[in-house]
């Protein structure tokens, strides 16, 4: 019997697979806790955007209480899309639900991208909107936003000739700005299919869900992982004109998202006004946030309207007893021994690696664009405490 090296079987591989990068997931709070040798509830997790409060209790119950979880779910998701469409404001046929936002953006590109096809990326944002493009074997285009974060909209409007598809987020995922009226219009104007992913629209109010219904060529994306805390059951839908909202049906596999999934999205509606207040805490608390990171002379904090904030770490951090060095780390230059790496980010790297120590976790970035960048995610108030802490020992400092 013939056998087959490893070799063999990736030749089967699209090459253009080969070469990807991977998506860069978060780890588990149990999985972090095990690697300091702390318990888990000491980890104070700030780098997923995830709810500090969990699911609505009603979601728990209504978990427990189901008896027929060895069924398929209603595969045309017939009492979920009435129910969505009454939170969302539009029609039913006008949603599909799937695992997770991350599910439509792939579905979305299946339908609408052959290879090779253009699809415009407006980076700094989130990162699956060009992986999902490369795995669906599309060519990604990259309008870079401008110094301030805001959309470059001149050069959507000269990639626009070359593309099908146009990525944004609102507010921002990692900058927290949001999408304007008349940049969304300026959008909809190059006839591009438009994606507006509004993961943390209820953080920010507003949405352009209500704008679907007038424009052919507009589609929005959310979740219930932020707001309703579900980001475990991955469980997302998209809102878009009828005739793709059918092609997308069509083409999803057919029992998307799952009994639990479906089961936990229709209790929060039903508690959304218990989430909707936990929402107004979030708020709260990252106001709180951006207030004690501006209070550090060695931070600079962006306005956020979603529940995280970015703070970028500027020169001067000293780093307290633990001698941090604001341009390298602990060891100063590149640890090779080579001069420091002019792309670098020392600074965010390093305060990352001293807060893991604490048991804090952040996320940082490694491009250009994000240099001695922090995007921290709006936790518990005793997490804001813990975190501010830290970086001021860090600082060398306790506040000013």
Known sequence: MKTHSAADILKLVRPDILEMLGYE?????????????????QVVKLDGNENPYGPSPRVIEALGAIEDYHRYPDPQQRALRQALAGYAGCEPEQIVAGH???????????????????VIDCPPTFGMYGFSTRVAGGRVIEAPRRDDYSLDIDGVRSAAGNAKVVFVTSPNNPTGNPLTEAELEALLATGLLVVVDEAYVEFAGGGYASLVADRENLVVLRTFSKWAGLAGLRAGYGIMPPALAEVLMQIKPPYTP???????????????????ERV??????????????????FVEVYPSQANFVLARLKPGLRGGEEGLDARGGEDGPDARGGEERPDAPVRARAVYDQLARRGIFVRYFDTPRLRDCLRISVGLPDHTDRLLEALQELGGERGR
């Open 280 to 297: 107004r805490t979030i708020v709260q608390e990252r106001e709180r946030l951006s207030r004690g990171l501006g209070a550090l002379e």
């Open 258 to 276: 799952n009994v639990a999934a479906e089961v936990a999205m229709l209790a929060s509606l039903e508690d959304r006004e218990r989430l909707m």
């Open 100 to 118: 997770g936002s991350d599910e439509l953006i792939d579905l979305l590109l299946r339908a609408v991208i052959a290879p090779g096809d253009g």
């Open 25 to 41: 997931p978060i780890e588990p709070s149990d999985l972090l806790a095990e690697r300091l040798g702390i318990p888990a509830e």
